[in-house]
Structures are given as structure tokens and as C-alpha cells.
């Protein structure tokens, strides 16, 4: 069974569900146009359904995906008629003169914004994020880093969970990619899992690998630099809202919930997985023996030290002691890595490690997003869902609660956090002018992209998920059963902090 899964999950082509989705967005192209949507808005929204079926099925690699969402942008938007553009996008001009009336968008505009997630501050970020993370994997700082962690811990399996928590916590500071922190915690327990014996189907075995992945998952909430999807989110509150977020604000906002989760997440693992083994004899020596394997700290590791604690300070003064931008602090850590002599890294060395196609789903879903918010049909899409159910009559409390379980439901058909911020981000935005939130719209927004990096119930729902679930340690029913109180626990949490600590802080 576990075979089957991965071999579906990760197959590059489904030709049933690639067919679906060019299916479902002719159908959509031929449905009679309701008045108060404009033809562009339409396009959008079919372009919109193509990539979610995509996204949700896996039916090509996420790369692909991108590119045929280009071109959809390209053709459909492009042979458009320009009708009531929102006023960020403006009036397209052709020959010198402005196009007026029904003229046809043209595929040189379209172009333009199928490619405007590429010219953001926030693909540079995850860029360059991309970048530092690709370091400690030469460098196998991470690994040291987490051995570390784990080396005082001890024997007691109860404090070993602590010690894997405190890990996932610890890289998430210095490490910008979910995948790359679980890439380098699991490795490392299912080494002492197979040093000491234990079978991998274990309850320990399973207890430690989704113990750090669940981790993972929960300080990508509480960083704002942890995961593609808070960039996702930033470039669109940035943009839409005329807002930016602090890495410090960020953590000032997140970070509590996530502490309080990390306490939850300790609990619940020991008591839904109690493992057979109470402590590993030598466990504390095994790790101290990997340690010794890796040797001294070699010189590029003391760099890439010096490199991420000046990092992490200048994000964590953003806009306190300087004014300088997250992304742009990161480019600047990014210049000084790759210098001959005094960086870590060479352009070879990283570029085959670099996942390229990360960088274009990322561009072109905030070009998506850009086209949903700018031809309109993020706003119409809001009103014709969110706006019926008449959810300005009720609390704002109560709102983000109905509006946060949806958002919950609606990530267990996506792989991919970045993708489902980029598709709703636009509409939760939308939603705020529907809703006439005003100076709360951003900490709305905000709080409902926290809740889009949940993933907690199942191993489809992120990467580092699928990364541990490919261990064999454990089984989906294993994670549910997890995740299940995670995701109660996280939910009802949020709506404590939105009715105390985030409206106290002015941020609802």
C-alpha cells in the first residue's frame, strides 16, 4: 500500500486529470457570461480552476504546470476585451494609443503580467532563501547543527521528542525551507532507530520521524522567512494593501502560537504514539559518535555561522535599527556566500543543487494571483462565495473561524502550501473589501495565511510530509491520527489569539 502511494505521488503525468483540466476550462470559457463579470475575470477564473485540478492531482510536475499556466495567461487574457480593469493594472496601450472599450488586451500585456511575479522583492527572497539552504546542505552545517541539539537530550525517549522539537525550532531560524530542515532531522533519528535495533514500523520509529515533521510544519507558521507560502502571502499584502511585515512582526505575531503549539505537539505525540522503548541505552553516545565522524568545524562552516547569525539580526531589527528589507538582506548574505575566499560556495556547487523549478511555480503563482486581483475576478469569485453568506453580520471573530475552517478543508487536496496561498491569498483579500474590514484587513489576510500552512492531517498536504511518510516509519492512519488533534488544538488556538493576544496588538 505505502508503494502505491509514493508511486502516485509522485508520478510526473496523469493524462486522465491533465485532460480533466483542459476539459473543465473550456466548459467554463463556454458557460454563458454572467453580467457582472467581465470577460477577462472569466478567463482568469478559468485559468484559476485549470491550475487547481493541476495542483491537486499532481497531473504533470509542478514546473510544467507553470509553464502551461503562462501560456493560458498569454492566450486567454491577451485575446480578452479590456473591461472594467481594476486600477492597478491600468489601460494597456497599443501603438501609442490607449485601448478603450472592448480592444483586445493583447498577448504583449498578457506577457507582461504572466511574468510580473517574477520582478517581486518576494522571488528574490525565496530565491536567495533557496540559496542559504543550499549552503548548509554543502556544508552540512544543518546536520551539525541538529546533532548538537539532540547530542544533550539524553537517552529518554521522552526527551529525545524534546530534543527533535527543539531542533525542528532551532533550524528554523537559519534554515528558509521546510523540506531542507526535515532533510536533514530524519536522517538522523532513523539512524538511531536502525543503530539501536528498533524495527522501522515502531511506535518509537513513527513517533520521532512525524514528531519532526509536524515540527517542521509548525514553525513554519511562527518564522516569517520558514516558508514560500509567507512570501506568497507578504507580496500580496505588500501589493494589495500597501502593508509590509517584519521578519520581527511576524515572529511577534506567530511566534507565541507557535511556542504554545510546540508544548501541544509534546503532549499529544506521547500520548496518541506512546512508544514501546522508554529509553534508548547509548543513545546520547551514538549521537556524540556522528558528531566526532563529521570532525572539527571546518572554516566554511564558521563563515556560514558568522554569515546567519548577521542575518538573522538584521531581519530580527527590520525596520527597528535599519531599514533594510528582508529580501534585501538575504541578497546581500546571498553576495558575500558566493565570493571566492571568504563565502562557502561556489556558483557550480550550488547550482545543481538548486531547485530551479521551485523558483518559476513560485514567479508564476504570484502571477497568477496578480491576475486574479487585477482583472477583477478575485473580487467577483469573494462576493459570489463569501459575500452570500452574509458573514458582515457576524463577529469578526467568528469570521476568520468560518473563513480559517474552510481554509483548512479546502488544503487537504493540495501537495502544496505555496500553490493554495496563491490561489487564495487573492480572494481572502477580495473578501476583506467585501467585508469592509478596513485597518483590519491585514491582520485578517495575515492570520488566514497562517492557517494555510497547517497541513497537519495528512502526508499529501506538504513536502517534508511526503519526505517523512517515504521513510516507511509510519502510516497515513498514524498521521491522522496525530494530526487530527494538532489541527484541533492549532484551530482553536487561533481563534483564542484572534479574540485576545492579536487584537490586543492591534492587528484585528
Known amino acids: 500500500m505505502r508503494k502505491d502511494s509514493s508511486t502516485k505521488s509522485t508520478s510526473h503525468f496523469k493524462p486522465f486529470w491533465l485532460l480533466t483540466s483542459i476539459t473543465v476550462l473550456i466548459a467554463l470559457l463556454l458557460l454563458p457570461t454572467p453580467e457582472s463579470l467581465p470577460l477577462m475575470a472569466k478567463s482568469a477564473l478559468a485559468i484559476l480552476l485549470f491550475a487547481v485540478i493541476l495542483w491537486v492531482t499532481e497531473a504533470v510536475t509542478y514546473p510544467v504546470s507553470a509553464v502551461m499556466i503562462v501560456g ?10 479590456v473591461q472594467n480593469l481594476s486600477e492597478s493594472l491600468g489601460h494597456p496601450q497599443s501603438n501609442g494609443e490607449i485601448l478603450k472599450g472592448n480592444s483586445l488586451f493583447g498577448t504583449g500585456n498578457a506577457l507582461k503580467l504572466a511574468f510580473s511575479g517574477f520582478s517581486t522583492s518576494a522571488l528574490a527572497l525565496v530565491a536567495a532563501a533557496l540559496f542559504l539552504a543550499t549552503a548548509m546542505q554543502i556544508t552540512q552545517l544543518h546536520k551539525r547543527l541538529a546533532l548538537i541539539v539532540l547530542s544533550v537530550a539524553g537517552n529518554k525517549t521522552s526527551r529525545i521528542v524534546i530534543g527533535t522539537i527543539l531542533v525542528a525550532i532551532f533550524l528554523a531560524f537559519f534554515v528558509p525551507s521546510a523540506t531542507a530542515r526535515a532533510g536533514a532531522v530524519i536522517p538522523i533519528l532513523l539512524g538511531m532507530i536502525t543503530a539501536f535495533g528498533v524495527a522501522k514500523q ?29 512570501i506568497v502571502a507578504i507580496n500580496f499584502i505588500n501589493d494589495q494593501l500597501n502593508t509590509d511585515i517584519s521578519w520581527g512582526q511576524w515572529l511577534l505575531y506567530a511566534g507565541p502560537w507557535s511556542v504554545l503549539m510546540s508544548i501541544a505537539l509534546y503532549f499529544i505525540m506521547l500520548k496518541v504514539m506512546p512508544p514501546e522503548e522508554k529509553e534508548l541505552s547509548g543513545g546520547k553516545s551514538l549521537i556524540q559518535q556522528q558528531l566526532k565522524a563529521m570532525g572539527p568545524v571546518t572554516s566554511k562552516e564558521w563563515r556560514l555561522i558568522g554569515i546567519s547569525i548577521i542575518l538573522l539580526i538584521l531581519w530580527s531589527t527590520e525596520k527597528i535599527l535599519h531599514p533594510i528589507d528582508s529580501s534585501s538582506i538575504i541578497l546581500l548574505a546571498l553576495a558575500v556566500m558566493l565570493t571566492p575566499k571568504i563565502g562557502v560556495m561556489s556558483w557550480k556547487e550550488a547550482e545543481s543543487r538548486i531547485p530551479w523549478g521551485t523558483i518559476i511555480v513560485f514567479g508564476v503563482g504570484i502571477s497568477l494571483g496578480n491576475v486574479l486581483l487585477k482583472t477583477t475576478a478575485a473580487q467577483w469569485l469573494s462576493d459570489q462565495t463569501f459575500g452570500i453568506m452574509g458573514l458582515n453580520h457576524y463577529p469578526l471573530v467568528v469570521t476568520i473561524a468560518l473563513i480559517a475552517l474552510f481554509n483548512i478543508l479546502i488544503h487537504l487536496g493540495f501537495a502544496s502550501a505555496t500553490s493554495l496561498a496563491s490561489a487564495l491569498i487573492p480572494v481572502f483579500i477580495s473578501l476583506t473589501t467585501t467585508l469592509d474590514l478596513g485597518n483590519q484587513s491585514v491582520g485578517f489576510v495575515l492570520i488566514q495565511q497562517f492557517v494555510i500552512s497547517f497541513g497537519f492531517l495528512l502526508p499529501v498536504s506538504s513536502p517534508q510530509s511526503m519526505l517523512a511518510y517515504g521513510t516507511e516509519t509510519f502510516t497515513v492512519k498514524d498521521f491522522l491520527k496525530t494530526g487530527i488533534p494538532i489541527t484541533v488544538i492549532g484551530y482553536l488556538l487561533m481563534i483564542l489569539f484572534s479574540a485576545t493576544y492579536w487584537h490586543w496588538l492591534g492587528l484585528i
Open 72 to 81: 493560458l495567461i498569454i492566450l486567454l487574457i491577451g485575446f480578452s476585451p
Open 202 to 230: 515502531s511506535k518509537l520509529a513513527g513517533l520521532l520521524v512525524i514528531t519532526a515533521v509536524q515540527a517542521v510544519s509548525i514553525w513554519n507558521i511562527g518564522i516569517k522567512t520558514a516558508a514560500a507560502q509567507n
